[in-house]
T-cell receptor, first 116, second 111 residues
Framework: DTGVSQDPRHKITKRGQNVTFRCDPISEHNRLYWYRQTLGQGPEFLTYFQNEAQLEKSRLLSDRFSAERPKGSFSTLEIQRTEQGDSAMYLC??????????????FGPGTRLTVL | GENVEQHPSTLSVQEGDSAVIKCTYSDSASNYFPWYKQELGKGPQLIIDIRSNVGEKKDQRIAVTLNKTAKHFSLHITETQPEDSAVYFCAASYNFNKFYFGSGTKLNVKP
């Protein structure tokens, strides 16, 4: 399977704990996006990378959230001191990210976070 | 920033009928408008998209129209089938940077 993969698929944690999610984009995709989706809502943009550079962060991404893409391949999203309001589906997407090319986003299956 | 509004939130149609979902956007700089289908427990999947230099695009039973002046775009599904039942999202983006999504439409196609 050469699609976008995310790990873990489900995470249950207690309030105050730190969690880290991983996203593996489609091979040779330069751009990688993170979104958060709560029940009954559309995905909300969190941040995106062009290769290893983080180009933009949403105001939704508080100081407790950090994302990295150290070698321009996989990415991690860490949430520190989780709160119940962080419970959501965290989606990753990737695209070619090349000027002049078709930059369709391909989404992964998501990581569902439950904070107790 | 961009604001995308989507209507209706739920839509129920009889198999074989047509379904129309509408979205409006606020930022005239947006130039790419994709539509996604999301099934339970899965990530969104692109079903059709349109760029701002095109007014209409069709792919078999699915079509999208764009009115840049009015800043709205619509998804049209003809000859609906039960497997079309899912949640549909519209989105808007400027140059494939940030994507802003609508709140979704739950489509139910009754056999």
């Amino acid at each position: 399977d050469t699609g976008v993969s995310q790990d873990p698929r489900h995470k249950i944690t207690k309030r105050g704990q730190n969690v880290t999610f991983r996203c593996d984009p489609i091979s040779e995709h330069n751009r990688l996006y993170w979104y958060r989706q709560t029940l009954g809502q559309g995905p909300e943009f969190l941040t995106y990378f062009q290769n290893e550079a983080q180009l933009e962060k949403s105001r939704l991404l508080s100081d407790r959230f950090s994302a990295e893409r150290p070698k321009g391949s996989f990415s991690t999203l860490e949430i520190q001191r989780t709160e119940q309001g962080d419970s959501a589906m965290y989606l990753c997407a990737s695209s070619q990210g090349r000027s002049g090319s078709y930059n369709e986003q391909f989404f992964g299956p998501g990581t569902r976070l439950t904070v107790l | 920033g961009e604001n995308v509004e989507q209507h209706p939130s739920t839509l129920s149609v009889q198999e074989g009928d047509s379904a129309v979902i509408k979205c409006t956007y606020s930022d005239s700089a947006s130039n790419y408008f994709p539509w996604y289908k999301q099934e339970l427990g899965k990530g969104p999947q692109l079903i059709i998209d349109i760029r701002s230099n095109v007014g209409e695009k069709k792919d078999q039973r699915i079509a999208v129209t764009l009115n840049k002046t009015a800043k709205h775009f619509s998804l049209h599904i003809t000859e609906t089938q039960p497997e079309d039942s899912a949640v549909y999202f519209c989105a808007a983006s400027y140059n494939f940077n940030k994507f802003y999504f609508g709140s979704g439409t739950k489509l139910n196609v009754k056999p």
